[in-house]
Antibody
Framework: QVTLKESGPVLVKPTETLTLTCTVSGFSLSNARMGVSWIRQPPGKALEWLAHIFSNDEKSYSTSLKSRLTISKDTSKSQVVLTMTNMDPVDTATYYC?????????????????????WGQGTMVTVSS | DIQMTQSPSSLSASVGDRVTITCQASQDISNYLNWYQQKPGKAPKLLIYDASNLETGVPSRFSGSGSGTDFTFTISSLQPEDIATYYCQQYGTFGPGTKVDIK
């Protein structure tokens, strides 16, 4: 059974750095057809993709948040870590990690086709002093 | 960045009704479009990938179609358990969501 579980602080203060950990089971972070992404959702709002990391350590970040985000993985621990610096109350949200399943490589478009096929339960993070 | 729009933003329909949601991309994305269902208080669930492929285990009343910039998601016969918000997604972009309620 594939599962992902997010962990991290429930409350952070403005300007602090948030560190979230996604612990996966049922698949390996070294699987070439898999990756992990972080996605967040402010209360009552839509989903917002933050970052992803693939087995080959290829990383990508949201354009608007790139300067604040760092994603990394520890394959031996089956963990993916996201750090977000300079937290602000507008960053209050439920943070999800999700498995990326690569469907195929599109040679015409020169990119992977993928979907977020398994999601963690999410962890709510509040930014407040 | 590619922008995704969805319509309507919300809808109410009766049990058994056919429900259609549209998603439009700001530029040609071929058939690379996924659909997710999110029930209140729960994580999203993948329903459709690559515009029209039904994820394993998802009921056949759900379907998707389209390519280029215009896509459609359909529930052929709305069930009470389908009450949720539905999102389209392409790479790092999600649509704003469509909330589906029972009339």
């Amino acid at each position: 059974q594939v599962t992902l579980k997010e962990s991290g602080p429930v409350l952070v203060k403005p300007t602090e750095t948030l560190t979230l950990t996604c612990t996966v089971s049922g698949f390996s972070l070294s699987n070439a057809r898999m990756g992990v992404s972080w996605i967040r959702q402010p209360p009552g709002k839509a989903l917002e993709w933050l970052a992803h990391i693939f087995s080959n350590d290829e990383k990508s970040y949201s354009t608007s948040l790139k300067s604040r985000l760092t994603i990394s993985k520890d394959t031996s621990k089956s963990q993916v870590v996201l750090t977000m610096t300079n937290m602000d109350p507008v960053d209050t949200a439920t943070y999800y990690c999700a498995r990326i399943r690569i469907v195929y490589y599109d040679y015409i478009w020169g990119s992977y086709r993928y979907a977020f096929d398994i999601w963690g339960q999410g962890t709510m993070v509040t930014v407040s002093s | 960045d590619i922008q995704m729009t969805q319509s309507p933003s919300s809808l109410s329909a009766s049990v058994g009704d056919r429900v259609t949601i549209t998603c439009q991309a700001s530029q040609d994305i071929s058939n690379y479009l996924n659909w997710y269902q999110q029930k209140p208080g729960k994580a999203p669930k993948l329903l459709i990938y690559d515009a029209s492929n039904l994820e394993t285990g998802v009921p056949s009343r759900f379907s998707g179609s389209g390519s280029g910039t215009d896509f459609t998601f359909t529930i052929s016969s709305l069930q009470p358990e389908d009450i949720a918000t539905y999102y389209c997604q392409q790479y790092g972009t999600f649509g704003p969501g469509t909330k589906v309620d029972i009339k």
